[in-house]
T-cell receptor, first 111, second 115 residues
Framework: SQQGEEDPQALSIQEGENATMNCSYKTSINNLQWYRQNSGRGLVHLILIRSNEREKHSGRLRVTLDTSKKSSSLLITASRAADTASYFCATDTNAGNMLTFGGGTRLMVKP | ETGVTQSPTHLIKTRGQQVTLRCSSQSGHNTVSWYQQALGQGPQFIFQYYREEENGRGNFPPRFSGLQFPNYSSELNVNALELDDSALYLC??????????????FGPGTRLTVT
């Protein structure tokens, strides 16, 4: 079963625009992680936010976490064509890296 | 590149057969997890091995089994293959101390097709 639900399922934007993806989950978590996947290949870890954190930044990425609403968002600023990929949120309930993934958001950035 | 390698890259099997997939963890990592990703879906957790013992399991039947070796490389075995087993199989390695596992790194995956 998949705990996380990403919204939207697909997103198409122009280069330079910002992209926002949302994730909702159902149970209490220790941390939430975001991953990127290019063309059905391996997953690349982007950022981890712990349950006691509200916001985290990494380069052009900004992640927020609202544990009261059981939701998270990933913002990619000044998007590039190379950002085209699928993005997944994954929840970790006990810090053991046994992750529950959502269905993903497919992002297309047009040059 | 994450330092996690998987073999083979692609594999075609017939329903009812058995398959073994292999994963070589990143150096220094003592924990490996396996995930199944069906086309168009997010990965689903199969199981995790820590210090050669199964440390956690997702909602997969016993015909999915695994091994972790002393050098921390790992195998995923699937018996009695079914058409629905067709998927991308991903392994991920991480370093674990007590109950806390640190950032994990995924391999490129093995694409299994069952006909």
């Amino acid at each position: 079963s998949q705990q996380g639900e990403e919204d939207p399922q697909a997103l198409s934007i122009q280069e330079g625009e910002n992209a926002t993806m949302n994730c909702s989950y159902k149970t209490s978590i220790n941390n939430l992680q975001w991953y990127r996947q290019n063309s059905g290949r391996g997953l690349v870890h982007l950022i981890l936010i712990r349950s006691n954190e509200r916001e985290k930044h990494s380069g052009r990425l900004r992640v927020t976490l609202d544990t009261s609403k059981k939701s998270s968002s990933l913002l990619i600023t000044a998007s590039r064509a190379a950002d085209t990929a699928s993005y997944f949120c994954a929840t970790d309930t006990n810090a053991g890296n046994m992750l529950t993934f959502g269905g993903g958001t497919r992002l297309m950035v047009k040059p | 590149e994450t330092g996690v390698t998987q073999s083979p890259t692609h594999l075609i099997k017939t329903r009812g057969q058995q398959v073994t997939l292999r994963c070589s963890s990143q150096s220094g990592h003592n924990t490996v997890s396996w995930y199944q990703q069906a086309l168009g879906q997010g990965p689903q957790f199969i199981f995790q091995y820590y210090r050669e013992e199964e440390n956690g399991r997702g909602n997969f039947p016993p015909r999915f089994s695994g091994l972790q070796f002393p050098n921390y490389s790992s195998e995923l075995n699937v018996n009695a293959l079914e058409l629905d087993d067709s998927a991308l199989y991903l392994c991920a390695s991480s370093f674990r101390v007590s109950d806390v596992a640190y950032e994990q790194y995924f391999g490129p995956g093995t694409r299994l097709t069952v006909t």
